[in-house]
């Protein structure tokens, strides 16, 4: 069986792994004993490492040929530190491997003010976060420049029936009004996870896809679905400059970037069908009234 390494094996990834264990002999690097025990029990073999500490990450050269990477950026500076650690572990003894797939963030492409955003848009993150989202992208750029075919995957806000924004509707957190709302993008944990795959081996080298569903919804929109399908309430609609006094800095930024991603990309050249295309289609196929948060 192919050798595929993952970094940053959590819930995406995790989700990826009854598929990708009968294809693949998976190895996950793993930063503890702990997480090491709940990768071996679904299947995959935990290499222990931290991207935090480089010289951990010995065994990583020559491991496997095919990687994925969903690893965040450390949470400060400019520079993403794992990534640069992550690519000269990979680097080092010169077996470098024949594919790697990295998630980003939708976020490096900053305001576009509600346009339609093609991969060809240059990016301009607003936010460090997303500018050390650019900095791991060209990092791995550098992979590319030595043969491997990188592709990266910019994500927006990622959702399942798991990660939907139930407590913030409980505690009945504002939205924007209609005239104050931004674009918002979504795509459904498992098809993030098949667009991967996908990508693994049908994406062209330093390839950049929207890895984004149909749905091209306003922010509030996407909060009314959501609690409608639960029987919550719809959140309060205000102002942004009242929503700015009860809201935290985090969220504003997200209420402070508008754009629509382009995703015919990951439709033309990678050829996955996505399973769940629109966040209404996945919310109708839920009970969600039954779950402990709602109703």
Same mark, same amino acid.
């Given at each position: 069986?192919?050798?595929?390494?993952?970094?940053?094996?959590?819930?995406?990834?995790?989700?990826?792994?009854?598929?990708?264990?009968?294809?693949?002999?998976?190895?996950?690097?793993?930063?503890?004993?702990?997480?090491?025990?709940?990768?071996?029990?679904?299947?995959?073999?935990?290499?222990?490492?931290?991207?935090?500490?480089?010289?951990?990450?010995?065994?990583?050269?020559?491991?496997?040929?095919?990687?994925?990477?969903?690893?965040? !950026?450390?949470?400060?500076? #400019?520079? %993403?530190? =794992? $990534?640069?650690?992550?690519? &000269?572990?990979?680097? +080092? /003894?010169?077996?470098?491997?024949?594919?790697?797939?990295?998630?980003?963030?939708?976020?490096?492409?900053?305001?576009?003010?509600?346009?339609?955003?093609?991969?060809?848009?240059?990016?301009?993150?607003?936010?460090?976060?997303?500018?050390?989202?650019?900095?791991?992208?060209?990092?791995?750029?550098?992979?590319?420049?030595?043969?491997?075919?990188?592709?990266?995957?910019?994500?927006?806000?990622?959702?399942?029936?798991?990660?939907?924004?139930?407590?913030?509707?409980?505690?009945?957190? !504002?939205?924007?009004?209609? #005239?104050? %709302?931004? =674009? $918002?993008?979504?795509?459904? &944990?498992?098809?993030? +996870? /098949?667009?991967?795959?996908?990508?693994?081996?049908?994406?062209?080298?330093?390839?950049?896809?929207?890895?984004?569903?149909?749905?091209?919804?306003?922010?509030?929109?996407?909060?009314?679905?959501?609690?409608?399908?639960?029987?919550?309430?719809?959140?309060?609609?205000?102002?942004?400059?009242?929503?700015?006094?009860?809201?935290?800095?985090?969220?504003?930024?997200?209420?402070?970037?508008?754009?629509?991603?382009?995703?015919?990309?990951?439709?033309?050249?990678?050829?996955?069908?996505?399973?769940?295309?629109?966040?209404?289609?996945?919310?109708?196929?839920?009970?969600?009234?039954?779950?402990?948060?709602?109703?």
């Amino acid at each position: 069986m192919e050798r595929l390494l993952i970094v940053g094996c959590g819930d995406v990834a995790q989700r990826a792994l009854p598929w990708l264990t009968r294809r693949y002999r998976v190895y996950a690097l793993a930063r503890n004993s702990a997480t090491a025990a709940h990768l071996r029990a679904q299947g995959a073999i935990p290499v222990a490492g931290d991207l935090d500490c480089r010289k951990s990450l010995h065994r990583l050269a020559g491991l496997a040929p095919l990687v994925w990477h969903f690893a965040p !950026p450390q949470g400060t500076g #400019e520079h %993403d530190m =794992r $990534t640069r650690a992550l690519v &000269a572990a990979l680097a +080092a /003894r010169g077996s470098l491997p024949r594919a790697l797939v990295y998630i980003s963030t939708s976020g490096v492409y900053g305001d576009c003010n509600g346009a339609v955003v093609p991969e060809t848009r240059p990016a301009r993150p607003a936010t460090p976060r997303a500018g050390r989202r650019l900095d791991a992208e060209r990092s791995l750029r550098q992979l590319a420049r030595r043969g491997v075919r990188v592709a990266i995957l910019r994500a927006p806000g990622i959702y399942a029936a798991d990660r939907l924004p139930l407590e913030r509707l409980l505690r009945g957190d !504002p939205v924007l009004r209609r #005239e104050d %709302d931004v =674009r $918002t993008n979504h795509i459904h &944990a498992d098809d993030l +996870a /098949r667009l991967a795959g996908a990508a693994l081996h049908r994406a062209r080298g330093g390839r950049v896809f929207n890895a984004v569903d149909d749905s091209a919804l306003y922010m509030a929109d996407y909060f009314d679905q959501v609690a409608d399908a639960c029987g919550m309430a719809r959140p309060p609609r205000l102002p942004k400059h009242e929503a700015e006094a009860r809201l935290s800095a985090l969220t504003l930024s997200f209420m402070s970037e508008s754009r629509r991603l382009d995703n015919r990309r990951i439709k033309s050249e990678l050829r996955c069908r996505l399973r769940w295309p629109t966040v209404a289609t996945t919310l109708a196929s839920l009970n969600l009234k039954d779950t402990p948060c709602c109703g």
